[in-house]
């Protein structure tokens, strides 16, 4: 018998998110005139892993333990996790599955959203990902995808 070593998720994470299959691959958007790239896999965006949020009392209590650390450590703990985990609630958008990505016990701020969209681009049909931000899902701009 094998065994392997699973590194526990961080800070009361639990659940693994799945995002839609549409919304995976790698996306091209330009900004600033060039052209620019990320990666959404099945539970990652931007190589950070993705995972339910908590419930609100869990998610209180944690964010009282990482908010009484010594400064130092909190804000060493408060990078690690920015660069390493989000915390996803999901949400339709015109019937479309999306999701919402947080920092990891953030405490405010309204994340990124991500919905899987078709646009019509140089007279096709193609796939694309609106990619949105701040209170209202305002939009950022579009992704598509390398066959596009």
């Given at each position: ?7 526990a ?6 659940k693994?998110?799945?995002?839609p ?8 958007y330009k900004?600033?005139g060039k052209?620019n790239r990320?990666k ?8 950070k892993?993705l ?7 869990e998610?209180?209590k ?7 650390l010594?400064e130092k450590k ?16 999901e ?20 994340g990124?959203?991500y ?16 990619i ?6 305002w939009?950022?701009?579009?992704a ?5």
């Amino acid at each position: 018998m094998h065994s392997q070593k699973v590194e526990a998720a961080p800070w009361g994470a639990k659940k693994l998110y799945t995002t839609p299959v549409a919304a995976r691959g790698t996306w091209y958007y330009k900004e600033s005139g060039k052209i620019n790239r990320f990666k959404l896999t099945k539970h990652t965006v931007w190589g950070k892993k993705l995972y339910y949020m908590l419930p609100k009392k869990e998610y209180n209590k944690l964010e009282s333990k990482l908010e009484s650390l010594p400064e130092k450590k909190y804000m060493s703990t408060i990078y690690h996790l920015d660069d390493t985990i989000g915390q996803v609630y999901e949400f339709k958008w015109h019937g479309m599955k999306s999701f919402n990505v947080n920092g990891w016990l953030a405490g405010a701020g309204n994340g990124a959203y991500y919905v899987p969209v078709t646009k019509l681009r140089h007279g096709k049909k193609v796939q694309a990902l609106r990619i949105g931000h701040g209170a209202y899902n305002w939009l950022t701009f579009y992704a598509y995808n390398h066959q596009n």
